[in-house]
Nanobody
Framework: QAQLVESGGGLVQPGGSLRLSCAAS????????MDWYRQAPGKERELVAN???????NYADSVKGRFTISRDNAKNTVYLQMNSLKPEDTAVYIC??????????????WGQGTQVTVSS
């Protein structure tokens, strides 16, 4: 079992920045990928960005050039630096990870989410 704890959300004005963190703990043999999703009221959950163990990254078109995902493998932590925030970025941001056991079995875990509100 693994647990994910997010931090760093809050209220920010348009054009501002926030940095989210997500730390994974528990019985983890190896983390395969770490991702950030978001879900706004009345909308489906969408993938914002993901990063592999070798630091290959992917971003949603809506955040390219503004958000940067990174990870610290030694700390099992993933970060999301969000710059030039827009009101449409307002959502609950949820951390997700895929772990792999020594036998190759994959497990998926979700965090509780952290609220990001972009408003003047």
């Amino acid at each position: 079992q693994a647990q994910l704890v997010e931090s760093g959300g809050g209220l920010v004005q348009p054009g501002g920045s926030l940095r989210l963190s997500c730390a994974a703990s528990g019985s983890i043999f190896r983390i395969k990928t770490m991702d950030w999703y978001r879900q706004a009221p009345g909308k489906e959950r969408e993938l914002v960005a993901n990063i592999t163990v070798s630091s290959n990254t992917n971003y949603a078109d809506s955040v390219k050039g503004r958000f940067t995902i990174s990870r610290d493998n030694a700390k099992n932590t993933v970060y999301l630096q969000m710059n030039s925030l827009k009101p449409e970025d307002t959502a609950v941001y949820i951390c997700h990870t895929v772990t792999v056991t020594a036998w190759g079995t994959e497990y998926r875990y979700w965090g509780q989410g952290t609220q990001v509100t972009v408003s003047s």
